[in-house]
């Protein structure tokens, strides 16, 4: 008898990720562009390491805040009222060893067995996974695509909500559409959790990449402060440290308990050194920021206008993050055009199988790079698009 057969059903049927699929399958192909990946090409910037420099020289290597460094819980709180406009007290913030661990925090805290938690679709698919992990059901709504944009049916979305959901899930500005919710939306939404008695999962970690200018609309500017939302967010995509692994949850102060007690029994907190680096990419980070906005605001018009100047292309212009969700006519099977896409352009997109079973002809482009990288891929899709189909 196989030792698997020991291991716990929910664990083995723990879906493979389509991306990192592909990637194995490519990784190592000389002169590919990398576009699958969702995040952005360039290091950390240097005042963030060396903070964490300057702390491991300190010496600052033992057990450290459950609920994270009271100046780094500061500094969210400052962050996140200077971002808003109104106050902020460091006792609704909690420090987590990434985003993923923070979704992973709430979920265990609002949804177990014969729970459901209702998601906005095509999504990431690591929510509906950390959902099934915790033997909850994951119910995906899915956004339409209608005159060149998405758009959320707050009908269909109330209708999903049963006597068993403990959450609404929501990602804005979206991986991998770009759908943005506006405010009127989300006031909808919260309308709809008032009513069902459900919590909001809010995942605004791409609100700073909003492209009509300023931070995207946020439940911050709905909500009171009894409403039930908590949000998740980290710092890999605005600060470039994806590899840090470092995030935070935003709930209320009276949660403060139990989430400490999810996070001794998970990773007993994230280290001191990371936490210093954190802090100083919210309190000296802005100008960096800034310019990866810039930067990503030019690499999508480059990207995207390519794509739609070959007329073969169903585009929706994202309104914030930083892909492209698209599908090529005549493409059916995304996985297999993204293997040949490699094979045959040097680029590496992620099939839309990866974002759920919805959208098994589309692929997402990750824009994020160094424009003239970005201008190059442009040219080897497009031209292999006109070449291939």
């Avoid at 280290?271 to 954190?278: C, D, E, L, S």
């Amino acid at each position: 008898m196989s030792l698997k057969s020991h291991l716990r059903p929910g664990a083995l049927a723990a879906p493979e990720s389509g991306i990192v699929s592909l990637v194995n399958y490519a990784r190592n192909k000389p002169g590919l562009i990398p576009l699958w990946v969702g995040e952005g090409d360039m290091p950390t910037p240097a005042f963030i390491a060396q903070a964490a420099t300057q702390s491991l020289a300190a010496g600052e290597t033992f057990y450290t805040w459950q609920r994270g460094l009271p100046e780094l819980r500061q500094a969210l709180a400052t962050y996140t009222q200077n971002l808003y406009g109104f106050a902020q007290t460091p006792d609704r913030f909690f420090v987590t060893g990434s985003g993923m661990h923070a979704i992973h925090t709430v979920v265990t805290a609002l949804a177990g067995q014969c729970d459901e938690l209702v998601y906005i679709g095509p999504l990431w698919p690591n929510f509906a996974a950390a959902a099934n992990l915790s033997q909850a059901q994951a119910i995906e709504v899915l956004l339409d695509q209608q005159d060149g944009a998405w758009h959320l049916d707050l009908d269909r979305l109330k209708a999903a909500i049963s006597p068993r959901t403990k959450a609404i899930f929501v990602n804005t500005p979206n991986n991998p559409t770009g759908w943005t919710a506006d405010v009127e939306t989300l006031r909808g939404i919260l309308d709809i959790a008032r009513e069902a008695g459900v919590f909001i999962i809010a995942d605004e970690i791409y609100s700073r990449f909003y492209y009509a200018g300023g931070r995207a609309p946020s439940f911050h500017d709905v909500m009171t402060v009894d409403d039930a939302v908590i949000f998740v967010n980290s710092f890999s995509k605005n600060w470039a440290m994806t590899g840090w692994r470092v995030g935070w949850i935003e709930a209320p102060a009276e949660f403060g308990d139990l989430i400490e007690n999810l996070v001794q029994y998970s990773t007993s907190g994230v280290a001191a050194f990371m936490q210093r680096a954190a802090t100083a990419a919210l309190e000296e980070g802005e100008v960096f920021l800034k310019s990866q906005i810039e930067r990503a605001t030019k690499a999508r018009a480059i990207f995207c206008e390519a794509l739609l100047a070959t007329n073969r292309v169903q585009l929706a212009m994202p309104s914030g993050a930083f892909y492209a969700f698209f599908a090529i006519d005549g493409v059916q099977n995304a996985r297999a055009a993204a293997m040949r896409i490699v094979d045959e352009a040097n680029v590496g997109l992620a099939p839309g199988g990866a974002f759920g079973n919805s959208a098994p002809n589309y692929m997402r482009a990750c824009f994020h790079r160094r424009l003239d990288e970005v201008e190059e891929a442009a040219d080897r899709l497009t031209g292999w698009i006109r070449r291939a189909l």
